[in-house]
């Protein structure tokens, strides 16, 4: 299983930033998807999830009318959109999957993409 993040960078406030994340390894249709962030000194904390087909979405309260998760399975990538951004959405923001196995569930990070917006 790999998950390979990109598009992170630095911002000023109020803008725009797209993140992308590419995955392999795993069937990626049949899967959920999610986003997470780490800012410093902080917990991990979940920022949007997708289902299957993108029928079902949730997001942060944090992050809800800002930031938009979608997903190409024809691609096998998971994309979190980013508007509006605030300094307080400094983090470092991780692809997330949860697989199962029989009973074994196995959780698999990216290696996370630094966004950093700056006031």
């Known amino acids: 299983v790999q998950l390979v993040e990109s598009g992170g960078g630095l911002v000023q406030f109020g803008g725009s930033l797209r993140l992308d994340c590419a995955a392999s390894?795993?069937?990626?249709?049949?899967?959920?998807m999610n986003w997470y962030r780490q800012a410093p000194g902080k917990e991990r904390e979940l920022v949007a999830t997708i289902t299957t087909t993108g029928s079902s979405i949730n997001y942060a309260d944090s992050v809800k009318g800002r930031f938009t998760i979608s997903r190409d399975n024809a691609k096998n990538a998971v994309y979190l959109q980013m508007n509006s951004l605030k300094p307080e959405d400094t983090a470092v923001y991780y692809c997330?999957?949860?697989?199962?196995?029989?009973?074994?569930?196995?959780?698999?990070w990216g290696q996370g993409t630094q966004v950093t917006v700056s006031s």
């Open positions: 997330n999957v949860r697989l199962q196995n029989g009973w074994l569930w196995t959780t698999y």
């Open positions: 390894g795993f069937p990626f249709s049949e899967n959920t």
